[in-house]
C-alpha cells in the first residue's frame, strides 16, 4: 500500500486527513467475480469528499513521485480488463474481476484520490492518494458470499432510504440485519462456513454489531446517533468462507 497526504495546514491547522478502516487492505477475488469494494473511509473534520481514479505511484524520490508503467491501454482510470467505475460521492468501485488471457492469475495496481472540501465554505482542505493491489485468482471452485438483499428488518426513530443507506439525526435509533449467504457452484447453500467482520463500531462510537449462525449467517447492527463530525459514514463487513480465501 502506497499513501500520500496534502493537507491545508496554514489556511485549516486542526485539519486531519481522511481515515481508511478497511479490514482487508489487499484483497483477493474470483476470475469473473463482479465486485462492489468500499474503501470504509471518512473523515474526522466532516468535510465533504470527492473521489477519483488516480494513476499508481512506484517511488517517491527527492521530492518527486514516479508513477508506474501501465501496460497496453490500461490507465489509472481504467487499470483493469472491462470497465472500471467509482462513485465520485462515495468512492464506491465497481468491476468484474478479470485475469487476461495466458496467466494464471492477475495483480493490479489501483489508486484513488480523494479531495476534501468543507462541508460549509467548499474551500479545498487537502487530499489523499492511495494505491492498493487487487489479486485476482483463477480456478477458485467456488462462489463467494453473497447479501442479496442488503438491509432487512430495520427498526428504530432513523429512515432506512434503500437497501445499503440509513439516514439518522442525533438521538434517534436504528437497528436492521444483513443476511450473507453461501452457494456451491450447483445454486445450493454450501457447506462451508460464513465469518462476518464488521468495522462500524471503530467508526461510530457506540455502535454494536453480532453474528448469529453460520450458512446464513446474520450480522445484526445497532446504533443510537450522537453528535459526529461526519455527516456521510461508509463502514464495510467483510464476509468469507473457510473453503476459499476470497472476500464476499
Not at 492511495?130 to 426513530?157: A, M
Request: proline share 6%; net charge negative; aromatic share 12%.
Amino acid at each position: 500500500i502506497v499513501a500520500y497526504d496534502l493537507l491545508n495546514i496554514e489556511g485549516a491547522p486542526g485539519n486531519s486527513s481522511v481515515q481508511f478502516n478497511s479490514n482487508k487492505p489487499i484483497p483477493f477475488f474470483c476470475d469473473g467475480q463482479d465486485v462492489t469494494y468500499n474503501w470504509s473511509a471518512y473523515d474526522p473534520n466532516g468535510d465533504s469528499l470527492y473521489w477519483e481514479l488516480d494513476t499508481a505511484w512506484s517511488t517517491f524520490l527527492n521530492g518527486n513521485l514516479s508513477s508506474i508503467p501501465y501496460s497496453g491501454s490500461y490507465t489509472g482510470q481504467q487499470p483493469m480488463p472491462g470497465t472500471t467505475t467509482i462513485d465520485n460521492a462515495t468512492g464506491q468501485l465497481n468491476f468484474t474481476a478479470t485475469i487476461p488471457t495466458g496467466f494464471n492469475f492477475a495483480n493490479y495496481a489501483i489508486a484513488i484520490t480523494v479531495k476534501e472540501y468543507d462541508v460549509e465554505t467548499g474551500e479545498y482542505r487537502g487530499e489523499v492518494h492511495r494505491d492498493v493491489q487487487f489479486i485476482v485468482l483463477d480456478s477458485c471452485d467456488n462462489t463467494p458470499p453473497l447479501d442479496p438483499e442488503g438491509i432487512l428488518n430495520f427498526v428504530g426513530s432513523g429512515v432506512q432510504i434503500d437497501s445499503t443507506n440509513v439516514v439518522v439525526c442525533t438521538g434517534q435509533d436504528f437497528e436492521f440485519d444483513l443476511i450473507f449467504y453461501d452457494y456451491d457452484t450447483a445454486g445450493n447453500l454450501s457447506n462451508d462456513s460464513i465469518l462476518s467482520v464488521c468495522n462500524i463500531d471503530q467508526i461510530l462510537p457506540g455502535a454494536v454489531w453480532t453474528t448469529t449462525g453460520t450458512n446464513p449467517d446474520t450480522v445484526h447492527i445497532s446504533w443510537t446517533a450522537i453528535p459526529t463530525n461526519q455527516t456521510f459514514v461508509p463502514f464495510n463487513v467483510t464476509v468469507e468462507d473457510d473453503f476459499c480465501p476470497v472476500t464476499g
